[in-house]
């Protein structure tokens, strides 16, 4: 017995688990949204952790590197713990093609699960901040991160975050095909590792890391050690936030939609017509 689901295998499932999806009530999908938004913030705050001092002495590449590679924590969270993230979610049109689930009861999972992974996001950085764990360098950093967000043009963040979610939806897709906990987590690393260390943009993961830098904004410690110039200060700001997050989230689903589901279902469709 193989172990690990074929990709026709893995079709059939990615459809199955999207008609169990649209069948969630709204209090299910605002719990596990929630979770996976604080999910993926913790992955967030753990990369910032980590990387804030290691460019100077390891180097730009192995920084971002063991950034990805920790930070692919938090879908981990997701996969193996059950949560309800948005952008794994956007491979479930592939369930619609295939005639398994209405494209409305879609639209219905992706907007509250948004809206949770949302708050779980949020609820995070507001934890992290009255902490204190942000205090000198960490915080510097991790507003740092926040201010380079909300300052990327509209253009490159769509594109980032096409990049983004084709692996991230890839990342959910394999791990689908896993059979045991430790298949699952080296099917989420690689991909999760590649997004995050080459510079694409979650949106989810920009929820958290935007937010947490508009809370730091009122540390003058912080601002004055961040360096940044006047301009790029002005945008770290809720403007700032819509302006990184719209673009990002747009990117994201049409990384996820287009160049996974659509593309599966192309390769598969007749393989799912019995499914419908």
Sequence with gaps: MSSFKSP??????????????????????????????AYIAFGGWLMT???????????????KFLGGAIFSVGLMLVVIAGAELFTGNCMMPLSVMAGCTPMSGVIRNWFWVYVANFLGSVLVAFLIYYSGLWKGAIGVHAFKIAAGKMNLPIGEAIFRGILCNWLVVLAVWMSM??????????????????????????????????????????????VSGAGLSGEVLSNVSVGGYLHN????????????????????????????????
């Design 8 to 37: 026709v295998e893995l079709a059939k499932s990615a459809c199955l688990a999207a008609k169990a999806k649209v069948a969630w009530s709204v209090p299910q999908m605002l719990v596990l949204g929630t979770m996976a938004g």
């Design 245 to 276: 997050l719209v673009p990002v989230t747009i990117g994201n689903m049409i990384g996820g939609i287009f160049f996974v589901a659509v593309f599966y279902f192309l390769v598969f469709r007749t393989n799912l017509e019995d499914l419908g």
């Design 49 to 63: 952790v980590v990387t804030h001092d290691l460019a100077g002495t390891m180097g730009v590449g192995f920084s």
């Design 177 to 222: 095909a896993a059979t045991d906990i430790i298949g699952k987590i080296w099917a989420i690393f690689f991909p999760i590792m590649a997004f995050v260390a080459s510079g694409f943009e979650h949106s989810i993961a920009n929820m958290y890391f935007m937010a947490l830098g508009l809370l730091l904004k009122g540390d003058p410690s912080v």
